[in-house]
């Protein structure tokens, strides 16, 4: 299955301001997504990252907070802008790899943010 | 929407012994899949299940895919202190729908 590495693994940050998270793929692929998982919580799938178009944003998320970039098939990237503690989660990149041939996700690491 | 009741939320157990975990849906899955999340790294998946009656083993790990296509287990047997982590059932109603998660079962195993 795909490897895939997110930087940074976690930073803290101050109320007001933007990060960007990076999702690195080893190989092509087609279908990209960021969750969300709020301490304690389960995944929330924030928006599907689309090659050459815009992201599909799911219920409750919105462009403005949570741009994302897909410049090709093997890397994107995800903002939280103007952060607030509520914003204090794990955000996952994963894709979708072949298993038995049916799809599954693979996920990366995840980068832990703290926002004060 | 589709949703998932994972049970239990969390469980404390001895080394040793076996642990069982399930979840239901208010829909009918195509596909069941079991992951784990160890502190501090992404979810790794375990076993996948694509067929209603399906049971699946992975080393000590066994998961079944509900006759109803509404439910599935995931059995751990003879547990040990590395199976610690949470762990998150998750079901899609077709092959190109959402993969919904369960809300997760934390593990602690005493040694």
Do not use: H
């Not at chain 1, 795909?2 to 092509?28: E, N």
């Not at chain 2, 069982?20 to 784990?36: A, D, G, R, V």
Request: hydrophobic share 35%; glycine share 10%.
């Amino acid at each position: 299955s795909a490897v895939i590495s997110q930087k940074p693994s976690r930073d803290i940050c101050q109320r007001g301001t933007s990060l960007t998270i990076q999702c690195q793929v080893d190989s092509q692929v087609t279908m990209m997504f960021w969750y969300r998982q709020q301490p304690g919580q389960s995944l929330t799938l924030i928006a599907t990252a689309n090659q050459g178009s815009e992201a599909t944003y799911e219920s409750g998320f919105v462009i403005d907070k949570f741009p994302i970039s897909r410049p090709n098939l093997t890397f994107s990237t995800l903002t939280v802008s103007n952060m607030s503690p509520e914003d204090s989660s794990i955000y996952l990149c994963s894709v979708d790899s072949t298993d038995s041939g049916a799809n599954v996700l693979t996920f990366g690491a995840g980068s832990r943010l703290t926002v004060l | 929407g589709q949703q998932l009741n994972q049970s239990p939320q969390s469980m404390f157990i001895q080394e040793g012994e076996d642990v069982s975990m399930n979840c239901t849906s208010s829909s009918i899955f195509n596909t069941w899949l079991w992951y784990k999340q160890d502190p501090g790294e992404g979810p790794v998946l375990l076993i996948a299940l694509y067929k209603a009656g399906e049971l699946t083993s992975n080393g000590r790990l066994t998961a079944q895919f509900g006759i109803t296509r509404k439910d599935s287990f995931l059995n751990i047997s003879a547990s040990i202190p590395s199976d610690v982590g949470i762990y998150f059932c998750a079901g899609r109603g077709n092959q190109g729908g959402k993969l919904i998660f369960g809300q997760g079962t934390e593990l602690s195993v005493k040694p």
